[in-house]
């Protein structure tokens, strides 16, 4: 096709830019890299507000971006681009006051390649270097990332497969194709395309609710890792568990927007007739207002905003950056949690914060099960897939299951304030497990089950705030109130509890004296812990807390390092071999015994998994005989309780 006819269609395409204000797609653009202005915008459809909208653009160009949208040529080239074929970015950005195409967030994804310049059949003025980056990039209304990637990536290979990027048609062609195919409602199937719960899952196991928790707090969390795609992918797989808030993100592209009165009302009882799960979630309060006034989401951030972090009028945000200079501003951008994505760690720059959002022994039991289900159905080959294409361990079971954790978590606060059972101060809470516990008649505090430290935490925050304004406070009669993962607590529960947590830290020795002290005393009695579980569960929990302590005195220093190391390593080692060196340290290490002879970082991977095992051994010894007590005097409960009945 010769370029009159590119023109000529490009042409006729150019009104449906401005008349299909129901299409889900507001923008095509193109980024390239310039060897004198950096990243610069060279292609715009349709075009920016600069720009004059009768003329048609023929060829690639420096064009002028509206000063919201500054930044934008950095997102769509990330840090470290030129490392890979292809990658890409998953971005937001602020509406444009007056331009009818940007009247809200718009999200933005790219796909960047790049080409030997000697290549290239056709080479324009601008081509001075060994090699040209481009970017194409597609601004969508709504996140719908996944469709947008496999057209995204289908027709960017064959831009650069020409080898003549004076050939604008294929751009032209794309633009009206995603116009008419994405237009009206989205279904949730699409929405959550392109999000994986089973590899965050898999990534972060327990510590995953961990981070949802955190999210429920609007605390400042920094993602950190490589490729630009996964680490996206992960934000956006976190952010999916919160039911309806993929649908709601339309302030999250500026601290600046808040829109939520424009959406918010109490819904009614009565529209629950129809029975369907839209009006549920509603019916709930449903989605949780995380990003309105004040919090910032950017799944991608470049250098060249990091100073809306430090800005007074931020004050959450949640941010993803393959770049370490951000490690070097942390007390200026106020991180709360460095979260990263390849060793699948959390940082904590605030240890209250840390035991705040700790798991109880419900949350505990209740995520071990999820782990579990994800780890026996796991596929190498496919990690997005189940080994036997079940619905068990799917992204839609795993999405149903936290989907339950947080209906029920609501439910049960509006239960607590209806029987009057939330104390006022932290000060004035009881123990959580004697609140569960108690066998008296009066009205149990579920929300114990979630943490009370936790639920006082979130009553603070701003999406509480508009929840429980906007929210029947009857809703614990349409979901029973609760703890997934609440019921009667076994001895099995606890070593499976100390097990995986202890195999999170990367130590599988030394626990045979406790699993032998465990099965000493469940053999006394198969019925110790439905009476006295109350003192156990809280001795254990003051047990592991006491040595998670001990351990984490050390970790802080130690992490800060390994992050440093593991991004100079990048640039050397091959990144699938790198990873896999240090997913196992106990095996690492028991290698290391056998053979002497290895690299220096297997032998600190060994003197630290040796330090962790000579503490846990030593803090085992210290309280052995406080466990055997609690034991005693669980099985003593239990006789004792068997004999009433007997009598």
């Given at each position: 096709?010769?370029?009159?006819?590119?023109?000529?269609?490009?042409t006729?395409?150019?009104?449906q830019s401005?008349?299909?204000r129901?299409?889900?797609?507001?923008?095509l653009?193109?980024v390239?890299?310039?060897h004198?202005?950096?990243p610069?915008?060279?292609?715009?459809?349709?075009p920016?507000?600069?720009?004059?909208?009768?003329?048609q653009?023929?060829?690639?160009?420096?064009l002028?971006?509206?000063?919201?949208?500054?930044?934008?040529?950095?997102l769509?080239?990330?840090?470290?681009?030129?490392?890979?074929?292809?990658?890409?970015?998953?971005?937001?950005?602020?509406?444009?006051?007056?331009?009818?195409?940007?009247?809200?967030?718009?999200?933005g994804i790219s796909c960047?390649?790049q080409i030997?310049?000697?290549?290239?059949?056709?080479k324009t003025?601008?081509?001075?270097?060994?090699?040209v980056?481009?970017?194409?990039?597609?601004?969508?209304?709504q996140p719908i990332?996944?469709?947008?990637?496999?057209?995204l990536?289908?027709?960017?290979s064959?831009?650069?497969?020409?080898?003549d990027?004076?050939?604008?048609?294929?751009?032209?062609n794309?633009?009206?194709?995603l116009?008419?195919?994405y237009?009206?409602?989205?279904?949730?199937?699409?929405?959550?395309?392109g999000?994986?719960?089973?590899e965050?899952l898999?990534?972060?196991?327990?510590?995953?609710l961990?981070?949802l928790?955190?999210?429920l707090?609007?605390?400042?969390?920094?993602?950190?890792?490589?490729p630009?795609?996964?680490l996206?992918?992960?934000e956006?797989s976190l952010?999916?568990?919160?039911?309806?808030?993929l649908?709601s993100?339309?302030?999250s592209?500026?601290p600046d927007l808040?829109t939520?009165?424009?959406?918010?009302?109490t819904?009614?009882?009565?529209?629950?007739?129809?029975g369907?799960?839209?009006?549920?979630?509603?019916?709930?309060?449903l989605?949780?207002?995380?990003?309105e006034?004040?919090?910032?989401?950017q799944?991608y951030?470049p250098?060249?905003?990091?100073?809306?972090?430090?800005?007074?009028?931020t004050?959450s945000?949640?941010i993803?950056?393959?770049?370490?200079?951000?490690?070097?501003?942390?007390?200026?951008i106020?991180?709360?949690?460095?979260?990263?994505v390849?060793?699948?760690?959390?940082?904590?720059?605030?240890?209250?914060?840390?035991?705040?959002?700790?798991p109880?022994?419900?949350?505990?039991?209740?995520?071990?099960?999820?782990?579990?289900?994800v780890?026996?159905?796991?596929?190498?080959?496919?990690?997005?897939?189940?080994?036997?294409?079940?619905y068990l361990?799917?992204?839609?079971?795993?999405?149903?299951r936290?989907e339950e954790y947080i209906?029920?978590?609501?439910?049960s606060?509006?239960?607590?304030?209806d029987?009057n059972l939330?104390?006022?101060?932290?000060?004035?809470q009881?123990?959580?497990h004697d609140?569960?516990?108690?066998d008296d008649?009066?009205?149990?505090?579920?929300?114990?089950?979630y943490?009370?430290?936790?639920?006082?935490a979130?009553?603070e925050?701003?999406?509480?705030?508009?929840?429980?304004q906007?929210?029947d406070?009857?809703i614990?009669e349409?979901v029973?109130?609760?703890?997934?993962?609440?019921?009667?607590?076994?001895?099995?529960?606890?070593?499976?509890?100390?097990?995986?947590r202890?195999?999170d830290l990367?130590?599988r020795?030394?626990?045979?004296p406790?699993?032998n002290?465990?099965?000493?005393?469940?053999?006394?009695?198969?019925?110790?812990?439905?009476?006295g579980?109350?003192?156990?569960?809280?001795?254990m929990d003051a047990?592991?807390?006491?040595?998670?302590?001990?351990?984490q005195?050390e970790s802080?220093?130690?992490?800060?390092a390994?992050?440093?190391?593991s991004?100079?390593?990048?640039q050397?080692?091959?990144?699938?071999?790198?990873?896999?060196?240090?997913?196992?340290a106990?095996?690492?290490?028991?290698n290391?015994?056998?053979?002497?002879?290895?690299?220096?970082?297997?032998?600190?991977?060994?003197q630290q998994?040796?330090?962790?095992?000579?503490s846990?051994s030593?803090?085992?010894s210290?309280?052995?005989?406080?466990?055997?007590q609690?034991m005693?005097?669980?099985?003593?409960l239990?006789v004792s309780?068997?004999?009433?009945?007997?009598c």
């Amino acid at each position: 096709m010769d370029k009159n006819q590119s023109t000529t269609n490009a042409t006729t395409l150019q009104p449906q830019s401005t008349e299909n204000r129901d299409s889900l797609i507001a923008a095509l653009l193109v980024v390239g890299f310039h060897h004198a202005h950096g990243p610069i915008v060279e292609f715009c459809v349709p075009p920016l507000p600069q720009q004059d909208n009768n003329a048609q653009q023929k060829l690639l160009e420096k064009l002028t971006v509206p000063e919201e949208w500054s930044f934008l040529p950095f997102l769509a080239l990330p840090d470290g681009a030129h490392q890979k074929d292809e990658d890409f970015a998953y971005f937001h950005l602020p509406p444009v006051p007056g331009w009818p195409v940007a009247e809200s967030t718009l999200f933005g994804i790219s796909c960047n390649r790049q080409i030997a310049a000697k290549d290239l059949l056709v080479k324009t003025p601008d081509v001075t270097r060994s090699i040209v980056q481009k970017a194409v990039v597609i601004l969508a209304r709504q996140p719908i990332f996944g469709p947008l990637r496999q057209k995204l990536a289908v027709i960017t290979s064959a831009w650069f497969n020409q080898k003549d990027f004076t050939q604008l048609d294929i751009l032209y062609n794309l633009y009206h194709n995603l116009q008419t195919t994405y237009r009206g409602p989205i279904d949730d199937s699409t929405l959550y395309m392109g999000t994986s719960l089973r590899e965050l899952l898999h990534k972060f196991k327990s510590k995953t609710l961990v981070l949802l928790k955190l999210l429920l707090l609007e605390k400042r969390i920094l993602f950190y890792g490589y490729p630009v795609e996964r680490l996206c992918t992960f934000e956006y797989s976190l952010i999916s568990l919160v039911p309806g808030l993929l649908r709601s993100l339309q302030d999250s592209g500026d601290p600046d927007l808040d829109t939520s009165e424009k959406f918010l009302r109490t819904t009614e009882a009565k529209e629950l007739t129809n029975g369907n799960k839209e009006s549920l979630l509603r019916f709930m309060g449903l989605p949780l207002r995380l990003f309105e006034k004040g919090s910032f989401f950017q799944p991608y951030l470049p250098l060249q905003q990091i100073d809306m972090l430090s800005s007074e009028k931020t004050r959450s945000y949640v941010i993803g950056t393959t770049n370490q200079i951000f490690f070097h501003h942390k007390s200026d951008i106020k991180i709360d949690v460095l979260v990263n994505v390849e060793t699948g760690s959390l940082e904590f720059h605030n240890q209250q914060l840390s035991n705040i959002v700790g798991p109880t022994m419900a949350d505990r039991r209740w995520m071990e099960k999820i782990v579990r289900v994800v780890n026996d159905t796991w596929d190498e080959k496919d990690p997005s897939r189940t080994l036997q294409n079940t619905y068990l361990g799917s992204d839609d079971y795993l999405r149903a299951r936290f989907e339950e954790y947080i209906l029920s978590m609501l439910s049960s606060m509006k239960h607590a304030q209806d029987a009057n059972l939330l104390p006022e101060t932290m000060d004035d809470q009881q123990e959580p497990h004697d609140e569960v516990m108690r066998d008296d008649d009066r009205e149990k505090n579920y929300l114990s089950d979630y943490g009370m430290n936790w639920v006082m935490a979130w009553r603070e925050t701003s999406n509480f705030a508009l929840w429980n304004q906007y929210t029947d406070h009857e809703i614990y009669e349409i979901v029973e109130p609760g703890h997934p993962g609440m019921g009667n607590i076994s001895i099995t529960d606890i070593q499976n509890t100390l097990s995986n947590r202890l195999r999170d830290l990367q130590l599988r020795q030394n626990l045979a004296p406790l699993r032998n002290t465990l099965s000493r005393a469940v053999s006394g009695s198969a019925k110790a812990v439905s009476s006295g579980r109350s003192r156990l569960i809280k001795g254990m929990d003051a047990l592991w807390n006491e040595f998670e302590k001990g351990v984490q005195d050390e970790s802080p220093r130690r992490s800060s390092a390994d992050t440093a190391n593991s991004y100079g390593q990048r640039q050397h080692i091959d990144q699938n071999r790198r990873w896999s060196s240090f997913a196992d340290a106990s095996s690492v290490a028991s290698n290391t015994r056998e053979n002497q002879s290895t690299s220096p970082v297997l032998e600190s991977t060994t003197q630290q998994a040796g330090r962790l095992f000579s503490s846990f051994s030593s803090f085992l010894s210290r309280k052995q005989r406080e466990i055997s007590q609690a034991m005693e005097v669980t099985i003593l409960l239990s006789v004792s309780f068997n004999s009433t009945l007997t009598c």
